[in-house]
């Protein structure tokens, strides 16, 4: 089957949907488990409250990744949007990008907006920028923003003028800058920190119930028929598992120091694989960059940087 081509001016002229996602201290807890906490130690005193507090659920802390949940369901609007014409079963997910402005509540109805913020012809694929601005409907308060970059294998060449087109608009509400890459220690050196976790066998069943469905994490005819030998974690999952390695070394487990996270996904991870966090300081601009690796095969699967809030960072 033959695609039409992309058609970037009528894309970029859509109105795009909003999207409400209301969630309990359950979704809040079944997430951080998701993403392994609290691991090995069921009592460590750093990560039980994102599970359990002695007040009671509503008490319990929120890890800011959670956040990544609001833009579950926008890959899947994107079938509808005029003018975008892509094959789901080609979609990558390349990169990630979270600002948090407030802390999270342990409960809430989040309404999100969504913007193309980034278009551009790689001729044999499209890379596609979606912003995701969401607010907490009970209180008005703007929460976060997620920015994903998703490549569209067999998308490209839409273009009708040379240079191939290309379009980015990004926008922050913290007004950062660079946006998404201070500048970061030389990571030729040896990391300052090093943390190491085994995912379970069933992870990616875990994580799954965080509301992505993907039969590419579950099934294993599907994992076969898209070249794997055996279905694969999600890339979320691990962006989760970095920054609560950051969160627990260098914030004390405090969620509120996150100001933002970046990743760049390299490579798939099987469930039951052991990841293997590194992680460089630059105590100048509180910023944390980090490698996340497969100790089995040696790999690196996901790499980005955390910024930290100054105060009260330990870096």
Request: glycine share 8%; aromatic share 8%.
């Given at each position: ?8 001016d009528?894309l970029l002229a859509a109105?795009?949907p909003v999207?409400d996602?209301t969630y309990t201290e359950r979704?809040v807890?079944i997430y951080?488990?998701?993403v392994?906490?609290?691991g090995?130690d ?8 994102f599970?359990?507090?002695?007040d ?8 800011p ?9 926008f890959?899947v609007?994107?079938?509808k949007?005029p ?11 390349g990169?990630?990008?979270l600002?948090v402005?407030?802390p999270l509540?342990t409960?809430g109805?989040?309404?999100s907006s ?5 278009l551009?012809?790689k001729?044999k694929a499209a890379v596609l920028?979606l912003?995701?601005l969401?607010h907490n409907m ?8 997620n920015?994903t970059t998703?490549?569209l294998r067999?998308?490209?060449g839409?273009?009708t003028?040379?240079?191939?087109f290309s379009y980015?608009?990004?926008k922050?509400?913290?007004n950062?800058?660079p946006l ?5 220690p030389?990571?030729?050196l040896?990391?300052?920190i ?5 995912t379970?066998p ?6 799954r119930?965080?509301?992505?469905y993907?039969?590419?994490h ?8 898209a070249g794997?030998?055996?279905p694969?974690l999600h890339g979320?999952?691990t962006f989760?598992?970095?920054t ?12 509120t120091?996150i100001?933002?996270?970046q990743?760049?996904?390299l ?16 105590k100048?601009?509180?910023?944390a ?5 497969v100790?089995?095969?040696g790999?690196?699967?996901l790499?980005?940087?955390v910024r930290?809030?100054p105060?009260?960072?330990r870096l």
């Amino acid at each position: 089957m033959v695609l039409p081509r992309i058609n970037p001016d009528l894309l970029l002229a859509a109105q795009l949907p909003v999207v409400d996602f209301t969630y309990t201290e359950r979704d809040v807890a079944i997430y951080a488990l998701g993403v392994g906490a609290p691991g090995v130690d069921a009592c460590n005193p750093t990560e039980l409250p994102f599970l359990y507090h002695p007040d009671g659920q509503s008490s319990i802390k929120v890890l800011p990744t959670f956040a990544v949940l609001f833009a579950n369901d926008f890959v899947v609007l994107l079938s509808k949007v005029p003018g975008l014409h892509f094959d789901r079963n080609l979609l990558l997910h390349g990169e990630q990008y979270l600002e948090v402005y407030k802390p999270l509540p342990t409960h809430g109805n989040i309404r999100s907006s969504l913007r193309i913020s980034g278009l551009q012809d790689k001729v044999k694929a499209a890379v596609l920028e979606l912003e995701v601005l969401s607010h907490n409907m009970d209180t008005g308060d703007v929460l976060c923003m997620n920015r994903t970059t998703v490549f569209l294998r067999g998308a490209g060449g839409f273009s009708t003028s040379s240079p191939p087109f290309s379009y980015s608009e990004r926008k922050s509400q913290l007004n950062l800058t660079p946006l998404s890459k201070p500048s970061v220690p030389a990571q030729e050196l040896p990391p300052d920190i090093v943390i190491e976790e085994q995912t379970h066998p069933s992870q990616a069943l875990l994580y799954r119930l965080s509301g992505d469905y993907n039969p590419l994490h579950s099934d294993p005819s599907y994992a076969k028929a898209a070249g794997f030998p055996r279905p694969i974690l999600h890339g979320l999952c691990t962006f989760g598992y970095a920054t609560r390695a950051i969160m627990q070394l260098c914030c004390g487990g405090d969620p509120t120091l996150i100001q933002s996270v970046q990743g760049r996904f390299l490579l798939h991870v099987f469930p039951g694989e052991t990841l293997v966090t590194e992680i460089w300081q630059n105590k100048k601009e509180s910023v944390a960059t980090f490698k996340l690796k497969v100790k089995e095969r040696g790999k690196v699967v996901l790499s980005g940087t955390v910024r930290l809030h100054p105060r009260g960072s330990r870096l």
